[in-house]
């Protein structure tokens, strides 16, 4: 197991901005509405029979003023640096080059957007014949456009946020799926709680609208089919249905925050991920249990924000877990935003905050009864981010 | 015995075992005396047809066999290998138990061409598009494809066969990625976290599409006869990169953790350091400042002056500007020093391993130290006379070197570099 825990006497960390974009909404209110009115924003005919959650439009202009800027990217990335620039704003700190030319940027990215016309246009000329070498070259030679490469490659979010904000200490990027997002947030926690680094961006961004992704899950029959329903009411019609977000959190040192008056939306206090081998069932339910076991007991009212994906057979098992975890209320973000994949974790971060700092946890949306109604006030909440495959992430974020 | 502390008193990180594969061969005794002997690795590509490519050279890795194939499971292979020969050398744990985390540099995943190719034949019709490509894709029949395309499955693979502990960290820092790897592990044992960590780095994608994508960047050398005079480092007639595959693999830890097992210490990684260029997508800021401020932070990092670096492993590309802006940046840290310090760039003779890069010429610099012996820069018949570096031009050279610099510039302003030396500080 990787323990990259704050220890006590490392530095408290502080959660100082937060920027979404979601297929619910633009920024923390429109958000915070749409989660507290129960509402999900499905599209079941544009990828029928499969089901997304697509993005909710954002003016580009407003984060990404110039156009040229915009048509370098693909939409993964308008989306992750529109959410990172709405975090900077958050924090406060958009535009202030001390800070930014020392920020740690880490950032979960998948990438690889196709341009679908090219490779179904190469695929129906050789279905049609069309065998000869070098065909596929002189096609990809002639057809392929040269920024594509760019708004393909996954470091090139953090490349455009560089680009577009003025983002230049450090910049790393993760790869691997909905791991990925919980080991940026232990990295970057872990760099700051250390000292090594007094403040992070991090965060992701997800495309959950194309025809590419949708083949490569149904490689594996993870994509939801024909009807929505909540990720826990999905157990005989299993799958994930893709969202489409961007979510980028400041976190900073409680002193560096302090120091230029910043006001934390909560703590982020420990990050933890494992890798389960998932050879047996029940394997990967002791896995979310040990790391269960690492982060601190706390007293007060605790939650659990979760980004299971209704996938199976690793939904069932979350939900073996969460059942010996019954005293706390549990959301799935995968009903309300989709499965955003890296960035689902980031996302969970996001909303345990927002939660933390409105002294309310928003309310359930399930028609299994797992999800249950809190009134209290959480302190703290432990979010949850199993893939669907591999890699399993814990946190814990507690009110300040 | 030496203090198991830096000047900034944190654990000492040495390497204690090496593993490597380029187009030149597999492991550190066939590359090292390839690589001294000025042989290249650059060739005429034979994988698949060139047809209709402006580039129709690279430096692959043809000698590893992988079924069925994909640049991802040859990426998958090669780290595998190397791996086990870092593992060998360094005796370090148990058979698939290594006692830390791992931290993987591989080149970003998507699904391959003979993979859709398949999938467009199994269709059965001739005009279709991406939704018949859909209705076939599930019912299990390709669920090998789903895992093998997964961004996370060679890490998986390799934590599962090797056995290190937690999540495995898959990373993308573009053309400075090996070194990012390295600088994972540096840091998680500095801060205590683990007394080892496993930093592997892989690139296997010369694949027709790849090709075509740096190709249409311009960034690529289409010098393709001889295909092993096209990738000339400083050289005034240099025209871009040529790519490669390889993988390199080194086994980190603190120096107390080493010596109480009695491991033998091949080397230290005195610094790190990073920073980022918002210039531009694919060009270096022209004025060279976030490549200085990198070179800084490492020798920062590293507690030394430049004085101390007495030899640069560059990143020499072979692109026009890459290798002019990496000569400013040095000259503008190292002044007066920057003459006095031997150059190479084993780009000239194993192409720009991209991903793999950082990690590859880490391992050569370690090798350099060892022998005392700096590896040519191929192909160095006609010097840029705008680059003024004491290039070690076609023949090794040899040196007292105790400090090499190791600079990775990439795309997507990525600027990495470490500071290797062969005894602590």
């Known amino acids: 197991m990787t323990d990259t825990a704050s220890k006590p006497g490392q530095t408290e960390v502080w959660i100082t901005g937060i920027g979404l974009a979601t297929s619910l909404g633009e920024g923390l209110d429109a958000n915070w509405a749409a989660l507290g009115e129960r509402r999900v924003n499905v599209d079941d005919k544009g990828f029928a029979p499969y089901v997304v959650h697509p993005l909710m439009p954002v003016t580009l202009d407003a984060q990404i003023p110039k156009k040229g800027d915009q048509r370098q990217m693909e939409a993964w990335q308008r989306i992750g640096t529109y959410a990172a620039g709405l975090a900077l704003d958050s924090a406060g700190i958009k535009g202030n080059k001390d800070i930014l030319s020392k920020i740690d940027m880490v950032v979960a990215a998948g990438g690889g957007e196709r341009d679908l016309s090219v490779d179904t246009g190469v695929l129906n000329a050789e279905a049609k014949g069309n065998n000869a070498p070098g065909f596929l070259n002189e096609r990809l030679m002639s057809d392929l456009r040269p920024t594509l490469f760019l708004a393909q490659l996954s470091n090139l979010l953090a490349g455009n946020i560089a680009i577009v904000h003025g983002v230049c200490g450090t910049s790393r990027t993760f790869m691997g799926e909905e791991v990925a997002g919980a080991d940026a947030m232990r990295i970057a926690l872990t760099r700051i709680a250390s000292g090594e680094s007094d403040i992070a961006l991090v965060g992701g961004s997800h495309n959950g609208e194309r025809k590419d992704l949708l083949v490569l899950y149904e490689f594996g029959d993870f994509n939801l089919k024909d009807k929505f329903a909540s990720v826990w009411a999905r157990k005989d019609h299993a799958g994930f249905a893709l969202g489409s977000a961007g979510a980028f959190l400041v976190l900073e040192s409680k002193a560096h925050a302090e120091a230029r008056g910043a006001k934390p939306f909560a703590k982020l206090t420990n990050v933890v991920a494992d890798l389960s081998r998932r050879k047996q069932p029940g394997d990967m339910a002791a896995t979310l249990e040990k790391l269960w076991s690492k982060l601190p007991r706390r007293e007060g009212k605790g939650a659990i924000i979760t980004g299971a994906t209704g996938a199976e057979p690793a939904t069932s098992e979350e939900r073996s877990f969460l059942g010996k975890h019954a005293d706390f209320p549990v959301r799935a973000t995968g009903t309300m935003f989709g499965h955003t994949m890296e960035t689902q974790f980031p996302l969970g971060i996001a909303l345990a905050a927002l939660a933390l700092s409105r002294g309310a946890l928003f309310p359930p949306n399930d028609s299994t009864g797992l999800e249950i109604e809190m009134t209290d006030k959480p302190t703290q909440i432990v979010v949850v981010g199993a893939g669907h495959w591999r890699g399993e992430g814990m946190a814990l974020v507690e009110a300040v | ?425």
């Not at chain 2, 698939?96 to 931290?103: A, E, H, K, N, S």
């Not at chain 2, 200085?292 to 026009?320: F, R, W, Y």
């Open chain 2, 1 to 425: 015995m030496t203090a198991p502390r830096d000047k900034l008193g944190r654990p000492i990180v040495v390497v204690t075992g090496m593993g490597i594969m380029t187009s030149l061969g597999a492991g550190k005794a066939d590359n090292w005396t390839k690589l001294v002997a000025g042989e290249s690795g650059i060739r005429t590509i034979t994988r698949f047809p060139i047809d209709g490519l402006k580039t129709t050279m690279a430096g692959t890795v043809d000698f590893v066999s992988v079924d069925p194939f994909s640049s991802t499971g040859l990426s998958e292979r090669m780290a595998e290998i190397v791996t086990q020969e870092a593992l060998d050398q360094a005796g370090i744990g148990a058979k698939g138990d290594f006692p830390g985390p791992l931290f993987l540099a591989v080149a970003p995943v998507e699904v391959e061409w003979p993979q859709r190719r398949e999938l467009g034949r199994a269709v059965g019709k001739q005009d279709f598009d991406y939704n018949d490509l859909l209705r076939i894709s599930g019912g299990g029949k390709y669920a090998d494809f789903h895992h093998r395309f997964m961004f996370g499955s060679v890490a998986a693979h390799l934590a599962e066969s090797f056995g290190t502990k937690g999540s495995p960290i898959s990373l993308s820092t573009a053309c400075a990625s090996g070194a990012t790897s390295i600088q994972l592990g540096v840091e998680a044992i500095r801060r205590g976290e683990t007394d080892a960590a496993l930093c592997v780095a892989t690139d296997g994608t010369v694949n027709p599409e790849a090709l075509v994508r740096f190709s249409l960047l311009s960034a690529l050398s289409t010098q393709n006869d001889p295909p092993q005079a096209a990738s000339k480092p400083f050289s005034k007639n240099r025209d871009g990169f040529v790519m490669a595959e390889g993988a390199g693999a080194l086994v980190l830890e603190s120096y107390e953790a080493a010596v109480a097992r009695g491991a033998k210490i091949l080397g230290v990684v005195a610094g790190c350091g990073e920073l980022t260029d918002s210039f531009h997508r694919t060009r270096s800021s022209p004025d060279g400042k976030p490549a200085i401020g990198c070179v800084l932070k490492t020798l920062a990092d590293a507690g030394m002056t430049p004085e101390q670096i007495d030899h640069i492993n560059a990143h020499g590309t072979s692109t026009p500007e890459n290798d002019k802006m990496e000569y400013l940046a040095t000259n503008a840290v190292f002044g007066e020093h920057t003459s006095k310090i031997p150059v190479t760039s084993n780009k000239s003779a194993v192409g720009h391993t991209i991903s793999a890069a950082g990690a590859v010429e880490a391992i050569f610099s370690l090798l350099t130290l060892e022998h005392q012996r700096i590896p040519p820069t191929l192909n160095y018949e006609n010097p840029d006379p705008a680059i003024l570096f004491d290039v070690v031009g076609n023949k090794a050279r040899d040196a007292r070197v105790t400090a090499v610099m190791s600079n990775s510039f990439g795309f997507g302003g990525q600027n990495a570099s470490l500071i290797l030396t062969r005894e602590p500080a």
